[in-house]
């Protein structure tokens, strides 16, 4: 079995699938879902989903949106690892269009406050991934939170994956800062959508390539997209990092497909 472990967010995912367009200023029906999210949490949901070993790492709220959003990650089978619960958890919001396209709202709340001093080396023993979003290494003191689990992780056998998350936060943090700390890092594997890739001027990983209806180019292979029904693209980058960490390049795409083919992020 293998053993997969995120570090990031833990958020609270508000999903809205909209029944027709936005009617502004009056009423628009549509389907909604909530429950865990959050980049780092949705990797390890998939990788437990999929057979393997999960943990996550993080900083949770104690508030009630940080209550149900750790039980509902442990119910699907992760371990979840962190310091105790405090401040007010993070809670994202997406609007899923006619087509399965989504836009994005996000509020981090306390995840960006983990720090170095907040892990501990056995969260990384026995773990064959150590996968970090992007959101974690581009602000303090989760980047510098990261940068020690890389080294633990490294320490204990296992290998590193990034992804880079957002072509906007690249450019607001700076590319050659991230670049610079990508580089240091040294992951094995880095995921990230065309344009992100583009944004990111490091070559000497590996890349993985996210291409929505296109597919994915994984192991220098163009794989086309699994045949079926999408109903929310939202999280499906996510699950083709999992599948790809648990089971290599098929197991990436079939993932993918059963993410886009539900609402919500979560297998």
Known sequence: MASVCTLGDLLLDVVVKLHRPLAEGDDTHGETRAGCGGQAANVAAWAAALGAEARFVGKRGGDAAGELVEADL???????????????????????????????????????????????DEWLEGVDWLHLSGYSLMDEPIGSAAERAVALARSAGARVSVDLSSVNLIREFGRDRLAERIGLLDPDVVFGNEPEHEELPVASYKRIVKRGPRGATIDGRDLPPVAGEVVDTTGAGDALA??????????????????????????
Request: hydrophobic share 40%.
């Open 74 to 120: 442990r119910r699907r089978g992760v371990e979840v690892l962190g310091p105790a619960p405090d401040g007010r958890n993070g809670v994202v919001v997406s609007l899923v269009d006619l087509d399965g396209s989504r836009t994005m709202v996000s509020d981090r709340g306390v995840a960006p406050e983990l720090a170095p001093v907040d892990l501990q």
């Open 242 to 267: 999992a599948g790809y960490l648990v089971g290599g390049p098929e197991l990436a795409m079939e993932a993918a497909a059963r993410c886009v083919a539900r609402l919500g992020t979560m297998p």
